[in-house]
Every structure is written in C-alpha cells, then in structure tokens.
C-alpha cells in the first residue's frame, strides 16, 4: 500500500471522527442542558476512548491482514524467481546481488556468502564485463534490456547466455531482474552451419571435377567455373548450349549409350555413370566419366546434380600398362601390390600358387598376414623406408601359406609412385628361397670349419676399437700390405692410418668415426701405401659388432682391389650401370624377341631401351650358352616356368655379368603363351654381404650376453657392502658428533643411498633384458596408491618452486590387483623426471580409465611439464638403457638413463605402453598404460618371468 492511499485515509478518518464529535456535542446540549462541565467532559472521554479502542481493533485487524498478504506475496516472488528458466538473479542500484535462485549459485560455483558480496558484472566474462553498466542503465531507463553474453564460473569456465533485464520493485526498493539463458548448443549450431556452409563453398569452388545440374528437357541451371579447363567453353556458353550442345560434342561410339543413360537418370531413377569421349572446341579429344543422381525437383521440373571428371590420362595409363599387368600375371614369382598402409590392392598368380590364397581371399588383407608372426616387427621400418623415398629395399623374410606352413621367401619392395613422384603405394615381388635357407643352415652348422679357413681367406679379415688397437688381423695382411701380424698388433691401426693416401686419409677418418660413433656401415674403396713403397687399392668394409669393457669394437674384411680398379678404368660405364641395378626387367615374344626393357635392364646390360627392342635375346647370352635357348624357349611354349637359377649374360661392351634369372611364359585369361618375361637380378653383392652379416650377427649375441652377465653379477656384489655402509653411517648418525662428523656421515648416507638406487636399477634392468624381472599379484587401492607415491613428490616440487596438479577420474575402479611396487616405481622414475628437468612453471599428473570391463581396467597416466622438452629425433632412443634426452641437463642433475629403460619394462610387464610427446624447449607430456585385473577372475593376467637356463 502507497504512502498517498494511507494518508487519504487517515483524513478520512479524522472527518469522520470529528462528525462524531459534533453529533455527539449536539445530542448532550439537547438532551442534557443541566449536565456540568466535569459530567460533559467525562461523558466525552468515555466517548473518545470508545471510538479509539474500535479504531483500534480495525487498524490492528488491517495490519495482520496487509502483513499475511505480504508474507504470500514474497514467497510466490521467491519461487517465481526460483523456477525462472536460466540463471535469474536480481541487481540493486548500486549493482550488487541482492537474490539469487538455485541455478544461478550452483553453475557459477559460489557460495552464498560470496555472492552476496559481489557485483553483478563480476559473474560475466570479461569481454562483456564493460558492456553490463550500459545494458543495467538502458533496463533502469525503459524497463527492459537485453543482450548476448557469457556467464564465468568460479573455476574459469565460459558458458554462452542470452541475458534479459527487467525493472522491478522488491518492497519500495528499485531493482533489475536478470535472467540468463544458455545457449552454447545453439552457438555450436550456428557455427557448425557457417563452417559447413563455407566447406562446400569452398569445395565447389576448388574440386578438379567440373559439378552440374541440368533436367530432362535439356537446360543446363549450372556448371562450376573449371568447366573451361575440360571443354574449353566457359560456364555461360556451356548453360547456352545446354544438354543437347554436350550431346553433339560426344564420339559417335559413345553417343548412343550416354544418351538412353542420361534418360534413365530421369525416367527410371537410376544413377547416371558413363565414361564417354569428349571434343573440346579446339578440337582434342578427352576421355571423360560424367556421374550423376536425380535430387531435386524445382517448379515441377525433375534435376539432377552431377560430377564430370577428366580422365584422359587414366585411359593412356590403362593402355599403356596392359601388357605390363600381363607380364605380372604370367610371373612365377609372387608380385603384390599393396597401399601405404600395407593393405593388400592386387594379388598376381603367382602369388597364389605360393602362399595358397586366391586373389579374393588375399586382396582387402593387411600384408602381416601372410608373414611370420616373429618376422612382423621388421614390417612398419621397411615401409617407412620406401616411403621416405629410399631405393628399392631387398631382404629374406618368412611367408605362411593358407594351410600354416611356414617357407622362406626373398623380397624385393619398392614405391610405386605418379608421375610427380607421390607415392601410392608400395609393390613387393617374393621369391621362394626355401632351397637357398637349407643351404645357408647348412653353411651355419659349419661354422667351425669355416673359422679355421679364416687365415686362409684371399681377402683380410680384422678386428679394431675406436682407439685404434687392433685385437685381431688375419694372417694374410703380410701378402697385401708387406707388414707382419706382429707389426700390427704392436703400433695398432696407426701403423695403417700413416699409410693410408693423403687424398684418401679424410674420407676414412670421417667414416670411420661414424662407424663407432652412430653404428654406420663402414665400406670405403681407397689407396694404402705398400711396404715396398707401391700405391694398392682396397676396398674396406666393416661393422660395428661388440664392446670389450666399454669400448666398441668393429669387424671388417678388406680386398685388393688393385686389378679391379685397373679394369674399372676401362670399364667405368658398365661398372657404374652394373653398381646401380636393382634388378633388369625384360619382356619378350615367343620366339625370344625383345619387347620391353627397363631402366634397370638399361643400366645392367649397357644397351637403350631403343637399341634393346626389336633384339633377339641372343643379344644377351655368350656364344657358348646359346645351344641352352631352343630348350628354354620350348619350355616356355609350353606354358611351364623355368626355376630361377644362376646364369651368365653378355653385355653391350662384351664383358659377363652373373645373374640370377627367373623366366616365366606370358599368358592371357585362356592360357595362350604371348610371351616371355624375365627377371635378372645381380647376386654377388648380395652373398658377399650374407657373409658379413652372419659373423657380426653372432658378435653381437655374444656381446649381448656378456653385458647382461656382468651387469647383474656387478649389481649383485655391490649391494651387500653398500647396505654395510649404509648401516654403519646410519649407527654412527646416532652417536654424539660434532657439527663437521655429523655433516660428513650425511654426505655419505645422501651418496651411499643414490649409489644403492643405481645398483638397483642396474640390477632391475639386468632382469628386465634376461626376462627374469617377476610381478606380484595383490588387491590394493589404486587411488591410496597413487596419492602416497606423489605425496612426496609434490613436497620435492613445492620446495624447488613448481606448481604441482594431480587429477584422479572419479570412474576409476577403487580396488585392483597387480604389483603396486612395481607401479610406484615407474611413476615415481617418470614424475621425479618431470620435476628434475622443470626449472619453473608447473608438473600436472592425470590419472584416467581408458577402458573398463568385468575383469580388467585399463588405467592411462599422463604426466605433464612445463621443462625443457624432449628433441623428437631422442623420442624412439629415450626408453633404452643407458640413454639420457639431453646429455647437458642430465649432467647437471644426474641420472644414469636407466629410469625410463626400466619403466618401459615394467609398462610392458603390465600389458601396457608408454610414449612420449614433447619438443625441445616446450616441456613434456609422457603417457603410458597399464592393464590390471579388477575381479579374482582376471587377477593372474601378468607374463610369467623367463626361466633362467645355466
């Protein structure tokens, strides 16, 4: 009720009071003239009372009324702004928040005590926070306002809001009643639409196919700007012209069909799909593939949008390798062709009657199909290889057949690239070399007759180290070099390096540095001096094979060369061509002429492509191996295959080169012989280097194994005085000692206890390479787990000045089994690390369900920096032994490069992975997973240890 109204009443009353007083003086003076004064006065208080108590029981009356509807009043507003949609809160002049529903508090995560000391603007973004003065002002001035807006939690979080503002009255007090409607899922609309609105902007614009629409009767409603490149004619002339101008620019062979196609795009709804030649209005001739569907219909006319794509070079391309792919289908071998990804795109005879799988069974499957499981994890390193543009890559491998049987094949891969060089995909031709592995398993078992021929060998054999000793020379060196085995073992590789050419000297220093340095193939061709005093060439190959205490040793065979490099001077044409080839390919008709002929062949025999074609293949074959052709030739007329088998073919420049050759007829879908096809591969190198890699391969085992020995034997031994150590510093510690003694025994108990963790990574990572490393199965709380491991970590943090963060997923599992040890271990190795190498910002450890079933829990950690990062070429080195990311920074903080060696064991242990990702200088984020048995049913899920055999 207004102050006005009360007022009027109030008169109201005093008139109506003052009648009754005048009534009342009346009524005495005419009907008791006599009374006295005192009587009168008396009868007009009683009548003043009277009327005061009656006014009074009426205003009372009045209050209690006007106080219970004030009451209902303020509990409807109250659940009036409660059950307001959105976020509703209302403002007092001065801008602070006078009441709140539910909602309002609960999304911007304050507390009431809080809001109530804040101002309105302070629960707004920040890029809106200037405009809520004006919007409060324009809703005190007009009685509404509105605009869009975006509410800020407590935690930083933005949420989008349409805001409304409306004059009100709480009691006498002006207020504005706000209310904020969120509207992100409408954002997200409006901006998926604008983005894929511009998508198809922008894909029309810039696809290489020219887009269409046109209708029955003929009229073309569209055609996209690069219709010109394709038939020469701009968008407007081919809309002027419409359907029936396309008609007659179409071959007369492939007009009719294009025609009933297009009207059964119409009248029967099929979906139009037709490869027709096309002339541009300069008269060339393109192959075209016109695509399209009925979609629509437009003031009752039936459309249809399509896609036109020139594919004139696809056609020449087809043509141009028909024969080839008849080639591949008549090959013996197995040639496949498979996509980037090792997918299987084509499947050749050949392949079939190797691996027993038909060319449907085999196209569609990944290529580690088809090879032994052990033999996988060469796969990703060979493909990654081609693709980084590598020659063509020849290694022995293991094939299974579709009946399980397992046989040894021989692959040559190489990319198959377009004419601008992108790969496409990757080819691979197998041969079977089953007959070639028994024979080298017999050339193993005899190892020990071999070794005693070793001295006797043409060529030198040796053994050096980085310092230059040189452990072991054949004895032969004499005959080569004129210096004795006694000469050598005394002054060492010196007495080599001083006589090797001064123009040659560098190059074998640089080499030879990278040979011990980074483990590459040392194979170098250069000039010694004689200790007569003449200048020999040699060629010079060697391996980086073992350690003898901690320093590298190589293997290495060395060859005179002197006569070869004499004849090569002569000869440098077919010695570069037969140095380069990967292998010759030649096809040829029944009767042996030539037919094709590829760079290979160009560069193995000396001759062109046109010089070749049109050549008998006598061409290639020494007179006295002539007679062999007639049969050759019979056999392949017969449609069988000739087994791959050494030969000798005669170059251009007269000269004879040892091949490998498998030959195989030529046959179209009937089985009718059209040719021969040939494949000729160079196989001297190849064997030469078969005996080099199995000596150092057998180096290297034996290196392995002498490592792992003394690092656990060492491990073992140096455990035992060190807790001795140990025990006495920590017996003396509580003896009464001077300040000095006290900090000296410290200095020993901080260093014994680091030297005590080294051994016991040592001795872990001894287990972890022998497989004898075991892991406990126990229920334990993972979340207890987690929190004691970074309890101290989060001190070793705070104390260098790192913010420290750790998020553990409420929907992780609260009891496991596994090894909580061995789960401390590689958390502590992995956040000690990130703290170790962070000089300021913040460490942030995650901890997430990845996937959860009945039995297992896949748990991923991720441990986040803000330190010095990680080069991405030290991310695949990192987690091997011994190994630091940065030499410089684990100086300065120490470290042995054993922490992550051992974690990634202990990951593996555990049916999980690890990575990292990180760059130089932008800190670190490390990932790994574990997969732990949440049920007794899945609780012993972990491999068990090797067994130890002495």
Known sequence: MSKASNFVKAAGMALITLALTAALEAVKTALFPHLSLWQSHTITILYFAAVAFV?????????????????????????????????????????????????????????????????????????????????????????????????????????????????????????????????????????????????????????????????????????????????????????????????????????????????????????????????????????????????????????????????????????????????????????????????????????????????????????????????????????????????????????VRKDGTRFDVSVAVAAIKDKSGRVLGISGIAHDITLRKRAEETLRKSEEQYRRLLNNLPDV?????????????????????????????????????????????????????????????????????????????????????????????????????TERKAAEETTSQLASIVNSSSGAIIGKNADGTIVSWNPAAEKMFGYSTDEAIGKHISLLVPPERRHELPYVLGKIARGEQVERFDSVCLCKDGSRLDVALSISPIMDRNGAVLGIFTIANDISLRKRAEQDLFRAKDAAEAAARAKTQFLANMSQELRTPMNSILGMAESALDTQLDAEQRESLLVIQSTGTGLLRLIDDLLDFTRTESGTLALDSIAFNLHETVRQTLRPLRFQAQQVGLEFVCHMDPGLPAVIFGDPQRLRQVLVNLVGNAIKFTYQGKVEVHVACASLTADTAEVLFTISDTGIGVSPDKHSTIFEGFTQGNGSSTRMNGGTGLGLAISSHLVALMNGKIWVESQHGHGSTFRFTVQLPVSENGRRRFPEPATTVS
């Open 55 to 399: 006014l009074s029981l009426a205003i009372l009356w009045r209050w209690r009324r006007d106080v219970a509807s004030l009451r209902r009043e303020r509990v409807n507003f109250e659940a009036l702004v409660e059950h307001l949609p959105g976020l509703a809160c209302i403002v007092d002049k001065n801008h602070k928040l006078m009441r709140w529903n539910s909602r309002f508090q609960t999304v911007l995560g304050y507390s009431a005590a809080e809001l109530r000391e804040m101002f309105a603007y302070e629960g707004i973004a920040e890029d809106y926070r200037d405009l809520v003065p004006a919007i409060i002002g324009r809703a005190w001035q007009t009685g509404y306002a509105e605009m869009e807006a975006a509410w800020l939690t407590k935690d930083g979080q933005r949420t989008p809001c349409y805001l409304t503002g409306v004059r009100i009255l709480v009691g006498d007090q002006p207020c504005v009643l706000s209310v904020g409607i969120d509207i992100s899922h409408q954002k997200h609309a409006e901006e998926a639409l604008h983005k894929s609105e511009e998508q198809y902007r922008r894909l029309l614009t810039n696809l290489p196919d020219v887009a269409w629409t046109s209708g029955l009767s003929g009229q073309i409603t569209y055609v996209s700007p690069n219709v010109q490149d394709v038939f020469g004619q701009t968008p407007q002339e081919i809309c002027e012209g419409g359907v029936e101008g396309i008609i007659q620019r179409i071959h007369p062979d492939d007009r009719d069909f294009a025609v009933l196609s297009y009207r059964k795009l119409f009248e029967e709804n099929e979906v139009f799909d037709a490869e027709y030649r096309f002339q541009r209005s300069d008269g060339v001739w393109r192959w075209v593939q016109d695509r399209a569907i009925r979609t629509h219909e437009q003031d009752g006319v039936l459309l249809a949008d399509g896609v036109l794509t020139d594919i004139t070079e696809r056609k020449q391309a087809e043509e141009a390798d028909s024969r080839l792919a008849a080639i591949v289908m008549s090959c013996g071998d197995a040639i496949i062709a498979e996509t980037t990804e090792g997918t299987i795109l084509s499947w050749n005879p050949g392949a079939e009657q190797m691996y027993g799988y038909t060319a449907d069974e085999a196209i569609g499957q990944h290529v580690s199909r088809f090879i032994s499981p052990e033999r996988l994890h060469e796969v990703p390193d060979i493909i990654s290889r081609i693709l980084r543009g590598e020659p063509t890559q020849h290694f022995d491998s293991v094939g």
């Open 461 to 561: 054999t040796w053994t050096s180290s980085l310092n230059g000793d040189s452990s072991f020379v054949s004895s032969n060196i004499e005959e080569i070099f004129g210096y004795t085995r006694q000469e050598f073992r005394e002054q060492g590789a010196k007495l080599w390096f001083d006589h090797i050419h001064p123009r040659d000297r560098g190059r074998v220093q640089e080499k030879r540095k990278a040979l011990f340095e980074t483990g590459d193939v040392f194979n170098l061709e250069y000039r010694v001096q004689h200790k007569d005093g003449r200048w020999l060439w040699v060629c010079d190959r060697a391996l980086r094979t073992h350690e003898q205490h901690g320093v590298p040793f190589a293997d290495g065979i060395l060859t005179d060369i």
